[in-house]
């Protein structure tokens, strides 16, 4: 256990709907990431936060998904209008500045498009 | 551009040693990490390399070579549970804990 939660860890949804992820990072950390990973690849950077700033932005991230961090502890990732193509496993990550960016994740959120 | 290269798969005996390598270009270079990652599980931190040369920690070590942008890492007295994948990851700069770009990873199956 890393101290990084996330949830819910599987969701299944139909082509359309919209979908909501929630991640918790480790407490003292100021940083958080999001990455998505599908089979066989390494995880891709969707987002990241610093406290409650959204500091950057992948070009991957399609204008249907959007990230809030708004007390500067939890983190969530909506999807709206949801693709067969957003199926994947959604990474969360959290980190410390100053701290040799070693970067702590969760066990993911994994996501079904039907 | 950027891009990260690693071996698609490997096959070790239990016991041996071996090696996984990572080749790396990127725009930007602050630091590379090796994690490890069971099917369904999330990845692990398992070693982090800024100034080249060798870092080890028990059985695992990893090499960088800044000027080949080449790194590996060293799994000894190999054990039926390092089957996993390895994900080589570079952080390309900044204050620090900015994202990492990873490499597809390395599926290591361990054999008796």
């Known amino acids: 256990d890393t101290g990084v939660s996330q949830d819910p860890r599987h969701k299944i949804t139909k082509r359309g709907q919209n979908v909501t992820f929630r991640c918790d990072p480790i407490?003292?950390?100021?940083?958080l990431y999001w990455y998505r990973q599908t089979l066989g690849q390494g995880p891709e950077f969707l987002t990241y936060?610093?406290?409650?700033?959204?500091?950057?932005k992948s070009r991957l991230l399609s204008d249907r998904f959007s990230a809030e961090r708004p007390k500067g502890s939890f983190s969530t990732l909506e999807i709206q209008r949801t693709e067969q193509g957003d199926s994947a496993m959604y990474l969360c990550?959290?980190?410390?500045?100053?701290?040799?960016?070693?970067?702590?994740f969760g066990a993911g959120t994994r996501l079904s498009v039907l | 551009g950027q891009n990260i290269d690693q071996p698609t798969e490997m096959t070790a005996t239990e016991g041996a040693i071996v090696q996984i390598n990572c080749t790396y270009q990127?725009?930007?270079?602050?630091?590379l990490f090796w994690y490890q990652q069971h099917a369904g599980e999330a990845p692990t931190f398992l070693s982090y390399n800024v100034l080249d040369g060798l870092e080890e920690k028990g059985r695992f070590s990893s090499f960088l070579s800044r000027s080949k942008g080449y790194s590996y890492l060293l799994l000894k007295e190999l054990q039926m549970k390092d089957s996993a994948s390895y994900l080589c990851?570079?952080?390309?700069?900044?204050?620090?804990?900015?994202?990492?770009?990873f490499g597809k990873g390395t599926r290591l199956s361990v054999i008796a």
């Open positions: 990851a570079v952080s390309q700069g900044g204050s620090g804990n900015t994202p990492l770009v």
């Open positions: 990127t725009s930007g270079f602050n630091g």
């Open positions: 407490s003292e950390h100021n940083r």
């Open positions: 990550a959290s980190g410390a500045t100053g701290t040799k960016n070693i970067q702590y």
């Open positions: 936060f610093q406290n409650e700033a959204q500091l950057e």
